[in-house]
């Protein structure tokens, strides 16, 4: 793939927060009428539209060879958005924040834990190629993400 025509449209990374901030606006509104929750929304829509930035940094930085860049966006991402966690219970004044949400964020919290669990039992044992199309620890990642969307799904 040439990286130049990538190159080229790098400017474009800005618009994917506002566009996907404004399909949300539009249609945040009508999904949980049509029997999808508020949670499974957070959960799903808008965390798939506000990462779609460090997706295309990571295969950015994938098409320059550098591994070490895109592996570390994606964890440091991670840690980043933890950090704003604790800085959302700072401005939640109406108790500990974690307190006052659905006990179903155990869900998607439990699969996050287990899905970095993966990736670093995947930092530690270093394959020296993949089977197939995907390594071993990828398509885990990837089975725990369908299953938990599907199970996001039914929790309404």
């Known amino acids: 793939m040439d990286t130049n025509y990538f190159l080229e449209y790098i400017w474009l990374i800005p618009l994917f927060p506002l566009a996907s901030a404004a399909i949300m606006l539009l249609l945040g509104r009508r999904l949980p009428e049509k029997a999808v929750s508020f949670f499974c929304v957070g ?6 539209s506000t990462t779609l930035p460090e997706l ?3 295969v950015s930085a994938l098409m320059i060879g550098a591994a070490d860049m895109a592996v570390g966006n994606l964890f440091g991402s991670t840690v980043f958005n933890l950090f704003v966690l604790a800085l959302d219970d700072i401005f939640y004044t109406a108790g500990p924040l974690l307190a006052h949400v659905s006990g179903s964020h155990l869900v998607t919290s439990v699969s996050a834990i287990i899905a ?7 930092l530690i044992y270093r394959a020296d190629k993949k089977p197939v199309f995907f390594a071993w620890d990828s398509l885990a990642i990837l089975a725990i993400y369908v299953f938990v969307l599907s199970v996001l799904y039914t929790m309404r």
Do not use: E, N, T
């Open 43 to 48: 959960s799903v829509f808008i965390a798939v």
């Open 56 to 58: 295309v940094v990571s």
């Open 116 to 122: 970095l669990s993966i990736a670093i039992i995947g």
